[in-house]
């Protein structure tokens, strides 16, 4: 297997509604973003690996069909994943393999989704036969996990505040993020309304419409600096029996152990962090999960994971401030990738060497994983 | 490339309706199965790929109840895609070069009878440009056999022949049906089925035909972009896939009794080929799994003395993207 680069990275600018583009010049704008990034044309590319949440989102059947002439596809390779929330990880990792594997030399993989053509509360709770209805969205499924974290941990419930108000400041020197919430406090996060105990307003993810494209490559691309793809792992668990650990799903454990020795490194080797947190309890829950760190809920409170700690996460502003669903993956691996380039901006965290992207999905059962670096390995 | 074999297959029966079976009770059954054939245990699996649709099964996450039937615990490596199986056997294929693992499970399930499969369909066109218009899977397919009859290309009566052979009839009789979408018939269209299939994969040289190649090519989505008369996209990835030379048998995932005859010709097949004994989807068309299953059959004709096979799966309307897998012999 041949070392990847990840040489060109786009998104569009996420919104509740982008009422001003269609679905193909949603995709179409983070893909030519990423083809400029790249040093690169349309004609340049040898497959497409296209991957979003649920059809039903948009109200279109495996819309990578129609969409085969706005991303580049026709006369090529064209693979449509679907892993639920992790999506956007898997994405990645497919179109890595098919660079590593040496049957294409240069991939574009592109994830997105337009929630605005639908409902995401109506989608994301369809009935499953023969199972007690939840009809309660994915905060009403997650609610019950992040209150046993906090039972079984101690965390004091200011925890979950801090991560809001911090993952909001940090969106303000990402321009493309859907939220720009300048005035947010601990205060004011504590004064809005409780949806689902304990989960308040202002510690959910918004609904987006979004998309993002990386181009993976056998060999550097363009004048910009690559980021070289040190590990990947994908790891799943059934969502319903007894002996599972909702709270720290093995199959998060497993996969952060299968990325780790695939990079050859450690978590402490870690210097940033994009975890997939679309509450804001799945910061100190996942830092554990993953051997980030042996108390999440202690670092987050000691400041460890702000910009300016000793494991920065979420410096893009997270699945909190823009959630284009079947996109929001991809942008975790992706922001990875660009703080490792050194290409992140204003949220550029200095030193910045090896990147952890991380992605879950369903009931906190697929999990998606990719360590970057700025050398290659 | 790292060698890889078909080691084991497996399917449901494949029957107008099944409300006995649930998805997750078909999935256990094709993966036990297949592993059992190909003589190995669920702790041999490396990784596991699925291929299903959340439409055609009416709710979102439909491929996550369907995942407790594989047995993912302790937690595996798995993904899916929204396709039919035979791009989760790509997927799977692909990840077997990794060099990581070395055995993969593949399975595919879909329902025609959980809702009008062609209602479904019409939602994969172009929402902006062609799904107002309403078009229907047998119109379209129809606008292909017109092409096909215009070009001297085909008669009625060579659809008729595909049909009589899938199924046992008589082509004569058949010719006297109504027209339902001319120049189409409704015997012209697929047996629409539920059920699940799957295929162990394993790295190496021995134990079951070999992945000669396998590859994938999409063509535009519009209809006005692209020849209906011919499938681009097919011959290129059959090219690909390590051409024709010496097919014995083929196993082409047509939908339609004309696109029988489309597909042979774009791929060049001669006279000398078997192309669908297995009847094709004119007998079994289970939405995301037919394609799985020609590569299944293609399985089958190479154990029973072919030497080569060649398998096809296709999706979208009108043939927009096909894959082309060849077997060989081990």
Redesign the interface.
């Known amino acids: 297997v041949r070392p990847v680069a990840v040489t060109g990275i786009g998104q569009t600018r996420h919104a509740a509604k982008r009422d001003d583009v269609s679905m193909p010049g949603l995709v179409r704008e983070a893909i030519r973003r990423a083809l400029d990034d790249a040093g690169l044309d349309w004609t340049d590319i040898d497959a497409v690996v296209m991957g979003k949440a649920p059809d039903l989102f948009e109200g279109v059947a495996n819309p990578e069909l129609f969409l085969a002439d706005a991303i580049g596809a026709v006369g090529k390779p064209l693979l449509r994943v679907h892993t639920a929330g992790s999506v956007g990880g898997s994405t990645a990792i497919v179109g890595t393999h098919l660079v590593g594997s040496g049957v294409h030399d240069r991939v574009l993989v592109i994830a997105w989704e337009k929630q605005s053509e639908s409902n995401a509360m109506w989608a994301l709770s369809q009935p499953f036969p023969f199972q007690p209805p939840v009809a309660a969205g994915a905060g009403g499924y997650f609610a019950p996990i992040i209150r046993e974290y906090i039972t079984r941990t101690g965390a004091p419930e200011h925890i979950g505040w801090l991560v809001a108000v911090k993952d909001r400041l940090n969106a303000l020197h990402n321009p493309y993020a859907h939220l720009q919430l300048p005035d947010i406090t601990v205060d004011t996060v504590r004064a809005s309304p409780l949806l689902w105990d304990p989960i308040r307003y202002l510690e959910t993810c918004p609904s987006s419409d979004g998309a993002c494209a990386v181009v993976l490559a056998a060999q550097p691309t363009g004048n910009n600096r690559p980021a070289w793809v040190h590990g990947t792992a994908m790891r799943t668990e059934p969502m319903l029996f007894a002996g599972r650990d909702e709270v720290s799903p093995a199959a998060g454990a497993q996969c952060a152990r299968d990325v780790f020795a695939e990079a050859g490194c450690t978590p402490a080797d870690i210097d940033v962090a994009e975890l997939y947190v679309p509450f804001s309890w799945y910061e100190p829950m996942w830092l554990e999960n993953l051997g980030l760190r042996a108390s999440g809920w202690r670092a987050v409170d000691a400041g460890e994971t702000a910009r300016t700690g000793s494991l920065p996460i979420n410096a893009s502003g997270g699945v909190l401030s823009s959630n284009p669903i079947g996109a929001s993956g991809m942008l975790r691996f992706a922001e990875a990738a660009l703080q490792v380039r050194g290409l992140a901006g204003a949220h550029q965290i200095d030193r910045a060497r090896l990147a952890m992207g991380h992605a879950y999905g369903g009931g906190s059962q697929f999990f998606a994983t990719w360590i970057v670096g700025s050398e290659r390995p | 490339?790292r060698p890889v074999v078909i080691a084991g297959v497996a399917n449901t029966a494949f029957v107008a309706a099944n409300p006995d079976l649930?998805e997750t009770e078909m999935v256990e059954e094709v993966t036990r199965k297949a592993l059992a054939e190909a003589g190995l245990q669920r702790s041999d699996v490396g990784f596991?790929c699925s291929g299903s649709?959340?439409?055609v099964m009416?709710?979102?996450?439909s491929?996550?109840?369907a995942?407790?039937g594989v047995g993912?615990?302790?937690?595996?490596?798995?993904?899916?895609?929204?396709?039919d199986g035979a791009?989760a056997l790509?997927?799977a294929w692909?990840?077997l070069?990794?060099?990581?693992v070395d055995v993969a499970v593949v399975y595919a399930y879909g329902r025609s009878s959980y809702g009008p499969v062609d209602d479904?369909?019409t939602?994969?066109?172009?929402?902006?440009t062609?799904?107002p218009l309403e078009p229907d899977p047998l119109s379209l397919a129809a606008l292909q056999a017109r092409l096909l009859l215009d070009r001297g290309h085909a008669t009625e009566a060579d659809f008729a022949a595909v049909v009589a052979a899938a199924r046992g009839l008589d082509a004569a009789s058949l010719l006297q049906a109504p027209h339902a979408s001319s120049p189409l018939r409704a015997h012209d269209a697929p047996f629409r089925t539920d059920g699940a299939a799957a295929v162990v994969l394993r790295v190496g040289t021995t134990g079951g035909p070999r992945i000669a190649g396998i590859?994938?090519?999409?063509?535009?989505?519009?209809l006005g972009?692209r020849d209906l008369g011919d499938s681009?996209?097919t011959r290129?990835a059959a090219a690909r896939a390590g051409g024709t030379a010496g097919v014995e048998v083929a196993e082409l995932h047509a939908p339609y009794s004309a696109q029988v005859t489309l597909l042979a010709r774009a791929l060049g097949l001669g006279p000398e080929v078997r192309v669908n004994p297995s009847g094709g989807a004119l007998v079994a068309d289970t939405p995301m799994v037919s394609g799985l299953m020609r590569i299944i059959e293609a399985t089958r004709a190479v154990r029973a003395g072919a030497r080569v096979a060649l398998a096809h799966a296709s999706?979208?309307?009108c043939l927009?993207?096909n894959l082309v897998c060849r077997l060989e012999a081990s």
């Open positions: 490339m649930d596991v649709s959340d439409w009416g709710r979102a996450f491929f996550v109840q995942l407790e993912a615990w302790p937690p595996i490596r798995e993904s899916h895609v929204e396709m791009w790509y997927e692909l990840r070069q990794h060099g990581d479904t369909l939602l994969q066109l172009d929402p902006y062609t799904k590859a994938h090519l999409v063509d535009s989505h519009h972009l681009a996209s290129n999706t979208g309307p927009q993207h």
